[in-house]
């Protein structure tokens, strides 16, 4: 049989899944209050799973700059004033900032701090850990804002990508539970729904790929032509 060359799959101008596994109708408008601005790696927005974008398009008030550097971020934060960094609060050895140096009673108490009912701002650096921070190192003005380091909460649905920190959750789940504890009146559980449907699908071409492997052997040399697949098997994820 000729081997066929696979064809680029197109893609949704809006969600950029394949158009088979759009996921727009799964999408939600959530009325948040508090901006949400995602800082996002170049490796990360080439990434199929990029989980900002999916919450970014679900937020009505939320956007996402790609890069490294950001140059706009200091008049961003100087406009906004009340801003807040999603980022471990341990990290780098650097001192506490005010936020976190009060002992915390409640989650209802991250919004008290600022003066006029919470930040109306939450930054949000997204990548693999280490990416991560290189945004946080490479703009200084994000060391400068208090930081919002999310408590353990439900186990993460983020089973088909690696996670490099045990606590790591996807990028859709931190904003998604950080906006629930900044406006406990909204339900932000909602900006989910994408998530979980893009899990299920990458689950569903694992299987499929398993049984490839398994049960079409003839056909290997064909697949072996073919480019990697897109999800990693559990066993390759834990690294
Ligand atoms: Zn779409």
């Not at 700059?65 to 650097?94: T, W, Y």
């Not at 290997?220 to 390759?236: E, R, W």
């Amino acid at each position: 049989m000729p081997i066929q060359k696979k064809r680029p799959r197109r893609r949704c101008t809006r969600c950029q899944r394949p158009l088979s596994h759009c996921l727009c109708t799964h999408i939600p408008s959530i009325s948040n209050r508090t901006r949400v601005l995602v800082l996002q790696h170049p490796d990360e927005a080439k990434h199929p799973l990029n989980t900002a974008r999916l919450a970014v398009l679900g937020l009505e008030h939320a956007e996402l700059l790609v890069g490294e550097h950001f140059p706009q971020l200091d008049g961003i934060v100087a406009s906004i004033g009340r801003a807040l960094l999603l980022f471990p609060e341990k990290d780098e050895g650097r001192p506490r900032p005010e936020l976190q140096s009060r002992p915390r009673s409640s989650e209802a108490e991250w919004p008290s701090a600022f003066a006029e009912g919470g930040p109306a701002l939450l930054i949000v650096p997204d990548g693999t850990w280490r990416k991560a921070r290189k945004i946080v190192q490479l703009n200084p003005v994000l060391n400068t804002l208090p930081r919002l380091g999310l408590p353990p909460g439900e186990p993460s649905e983020y089973r088909v990508r690696k996670a490099s920190e045990p606590a790591a959750v996807s990028t859709i789940e931190a904003i998604s539970r950080s906006l629930s504890m900044l406006e406990p009146g909204q339900d932000f559980q909602r900006l989910l729904a994408p998530f979980k449907v893009l899990v299920q699908q990458q689950i569903e071409a694992m299987g499929e790929e398993v049984y490839e492997r398994n049960y079409s052997l003839r056909t290997a040399k064909q697949i072996s032509g073919t480019s990697l697949p897109t999800s990693m098997p559990p066993s390759a994820a834990q690294e």
